[in-house]
């Protein structure tokens, strides 16, 4: 994904990829807004795409991932994502997991660690960063 937030180049020199970003950030519920040289950004009524105007997408709320608890064995009191590569792998632990390498984007716990990422149902992956992923167990 393309991101569009700190843009500076008229929508007649984005490439197609750029544009398509956009696009699909204001089809995703996000907002766009267009530079004038007087006013500074502001939020355009309509979208046509001028071809001189400036867009740029802003960001959308950090969301948490959504954790399908009731799935999940009952010995998974934590949940992380790491962060490596960004490739968003999911793991259930028995303890409080803690960064291991904020280089690496890597969760460790000294309890049992198990990935729950690959089942389906289990895991919607938020936007927040890996840092803020870990969630405990709720508990009624």
């Known amino acids: 994904?393309?991101?569009?937030?700190?843009?500076?180049?008229?929508?007649?020199?984005?490439?197609?990829?750029?544009?398509?970003?956009?696009?699909?950030?204001?089809?995703?519920?996000g907002?766009?807004?267009?530079?004038?040289?007087?006013?500074?950004?502001?939020?355009?009524?309509?979208?046509?795409?001028?071809?001189?105007?400036?867009?740029?997408?802003?960001?959308?709320?950090?969301?948490?991932?959504?954790?399908?608890?009731?799935?999940?064995?009952e010995w998974v009191e934590w949940v992380a994502r790491d962060g490596y590569e960004e490739d968003n792998r999911v793991y259930g632990y028995s303890s409080n997991p803690y960064p291991y390498s904020d280089q690496h984007g890597l969760w460790m716990s000294q309890g049992e660690r198990r990935r729950i990422d690959d089942f389906p149902g289990i895991v919607q992956i938020g936007t927040c960063d890996w840092k803020d992923s870990k969630q405990r167990r709720p508990r009624g």
């Open 31 to 73: 907002k766009i807004e267009v530079w004038h040289h007087e006013t500074g950004w502001f939020a355009p009524s309509t979208l046509p795409p001028f071809r001189d105007s400036i867009y740029r997408t802003v960001p959308l709320p950090k969301t948490q991932d959504v954790i399908a608890w009731d799935r999940l064995p």
């Open 1 to 29: 994904m393309i991101d569009m937030t700190n843009n500076r180049v008229p929508y007649g020199l984005l490439t197609d990829a750029e544009k398509a970003a956009l696009k699909e950030h204001e089809k995703a519920g």
